[in-house]
């Protein structure tokens, strides 16, 4: 047989459920609105089953490096949202993506290289991480309006994700925690959804949940800094747990804070 079905099985597998949770994350995020989208969008929906299916096969050494590097990668993607926010007011869907993808892997490249312990690489990461979403708010106020699905939406989506979860999974042996890391949290959601809605939606209604999705994906580093100091001593999976509960609490707390009505002003 050309094919090791006892291997592959398992592969094809993984591939599938979470190309499914992210199929259902993103169609729900679509049809919810900027901020609301953003926040369902910017939770650990690949890098978390991603994460699972590593801890199946390595132990809290290898997750807590791993989560070090998704850390570190959370700077270009919060990069890679700003460039995209900025050049999709006025260019379509190739330029704004491609060039938030050069931006993205030279920033990759740069803090990757970085020999930063944790205390470094979190205050560079969130200086980001905050500066970026403060940068790109104003244009968060498009509103979204409802598209019409396309026959290829769904398919394109799920073999996105499928594709990073297997290369992560079945390359995570040969790569090392490192790119492990770097590759869980690959802005593959964000980029199938801008790459699928700017042509739907427009640039300027695309850029509003990218905007608030920058908000989110503070949320999302914070999670990848609980897995590095979480796992070592807790253990794997309450230490994912408690990783998954920061992502979850705070994108919780945004909400209700972007939310709240206004006070009317005193006389």
Same mark, same amino acid.
């Given at each position: 047989?050309?094919?090791?079905?006892?291997?592959?099985?398992?592969?094809?597998?993984?591939?599938?459920?979470?190309?499914?949770?992210?199929?259902?994350?993103?169609?729900?995020?679509?049809?919810?609105?900027?901020?609301?989208?953003?926040?369902?969008?910017?939770?650990?929906?690949?890098?978390?089953?991603?994460?699972?299916?590593?801890?199946?096969?390595?132990?809290?050494?290898?997750?807590?490096?791993?989560?070090?590097?998704?850390?570190?990668?959370?700077?270009?993607?919060?990069?890679?949202?700003?460039?995209?926010?900025?050049?999709?007011?006025s260019r379509g869907v190739v330029v704004s993506v491609g060039t938030?993808?050069?931006?993205?892997?030279?920033?990759?490249?740069?803090?990757?290289?970085?020999?930063?312990?944790?205390?470094?690489?979190?205050?560079?990461?969130?200086?980001?991480?905050?500066?970026?979403?403060?940068?790109?708010?104003?244009?968060?106020r498009a509103p979204i309006p409802l598209a019409r699905r396309r026959?290829?939406?769904?398919?394109?989506? *799920? %073999?996105?994700?499928?594709? /990073? +979860? #297997? =290369?992560?999974?079945?390359?995570? &042996?040969? $790569?090392?925690?490192? !790119?492990?890391?770097?590759?869980?949290?690959?802005?593959?959601?964000?980029?199938?959804?801008?790459?699928?809605?700017?042509?739907?939606?427009?640039?300027?209604?695309?850029? *509003? %949940?990218?905007?608030?999705? /920058? +908000? #989110? =994906?503070?949320?999302?580093?914070? &999670?990848? $800094?609980?897995?590095? !100091?979480?796992?070592?001593?807790?253990?794997?999976?309450?230490?994912?747990?408690?990783?998954?509960?920061?992502?979850?609490?705070?994108?919780?707390?945004?909400?209700?804070?972007?939310?709240?009505?206004?006070?009317?002003?005193?006389?």
């Amino acid at each position: 047989m050309p094919f090791d079905i006892p291997v592959l099985l398992p592969l094809l597998t993984k591939m599938a459920v979470t190309a499914a949770f992210v199929v259902t994350a993103t169609a729900t995020a679509e049809r919810a609105g900027p901020l609301l989208g953003a926040m369902i969008a910017t939770l650990p929906v690949s890098a978390g089953p991603a994460y699972v299916f590593l801890a199946l096969d390595h132990d809290a050494a290898f997750i807590a490096a791993s989560g070090l590097s998704s850390l570190k990668a959370n700077a270009p993607s919060g990069l890679f949202g700003l460039v995209f926010v900025y050049l999709a007011q006025s260019r379509g869907v190739v330029v704004s993506v491609g060039t938030a993808f050069l931006v993205w892997a030279a920033a990759t490249v740069a803090i990757q290289a970085a020999p930063w312990g944790v205390g470094t690489t979190s205050a560079v990461v969130f200086a980001v991480m905050i500066g970026c979403a403060i940068l790109a708010a104003p244009y968060g106020r498009a509103p979204i309006p409802l598209a019409r699905r396309r026959w290829w939406d769904v398919p394109v989506r *799920a %073999l996105l994700v499928a594709t /990073l +979860v #297997g =290369l992560v999974v079945t390359g995570s &042996s040969r $790569l090392g925690a490192g !790119l492990t890391g770097l590759l869980s949290v690959f802005p593959v959601v964000l980029s199938s959804m801008t790459m699928i809605l700017q042509p739907r939606l427009g640039g300027p209604a695309t850029a *509003a %949940l990218m905007a608030h999705a /920058l +908000v #989110g =994906l503070i949320g999302f580093a914070a &999670s990848c $800094l609980t897995v590095h !100091l979480a796992v070592p001593p807790l253990g794997v999976w309450p230490g994912l747990a408690a990783a998954l509960a920061v992502s979850v609490a705070f994108n919780l707390v945004v909400l209700l804070l972007r939310r709240r009505p206004a006070r009317p002003a005193r006389r």
